[in-house]
């Protein structure tokens, strides 16, 4: 078993960053990664890591803006937000995976466990 917990959401303004983490305990899988889901959509793909390895994808809309890192230490996984636009509101999750295929990163239905979610909301 795998326990998320995410923290480091809050309000922020336009153009101003936030760091989320994501605290992890239970065993370590291969893959982790970020989802958002804003009202009234569905969950959307942010980025991925691999534990491992420390290879990151992240998503068209976030690149150059976000990043992902992970620090083995503390069982941690951050997401960086940069240049936050009011698009970017939404809750956001942590979620894990062992047996994730790449081609399928950023399906929401492919990761096995997933965090509480902290709110992010950006203001104009």
């Known amino acids: 078993q795998v326990q998320l917990v995410e923290s480091g959401g809050g309000l922020v303004q336009v153009g101003g960053s936030l760091r989320l983490s994501c605290a992890a305990s239970?065993?370590?899988?291969?893959?982790y990664g970020w989802f958002r889901q804003a009202p009234g959509k569905e969950r959307e793909f942010v980025g991925v890591?691999?534990?491992?390895?420390?290879?990151?994808y992240l998503a068209d809309s976030v690149k150059g803006r976000f990043t992902i890192s992970r620090d083995n230490g503390k069982s941690a996984m951050y997401l960086q937000m940069n240049s936050l636009q009011p698009e970017d509101t939404a809750v956001y999750y942590c979620?894990?995976?062992?047996?994730?295929?790449?081609?399928?990163?950023?399906?929401?239905?492919?990761?096995?466990?997933w965090g509480q979610g902290t709110q992010v909301t950006v203001s104009s």
């Open positions: 979620a894990a995976d062992n047996g994730l295929i790449w081609s399928s990163r950023q399906v929401a239905g492919e990761y096995d466990y």
């Open positions: 239970g065993r370590t899988v291969r893959w």
């Open positions: 890591i691999e534990w491992s390895s420390r290879r990151t």
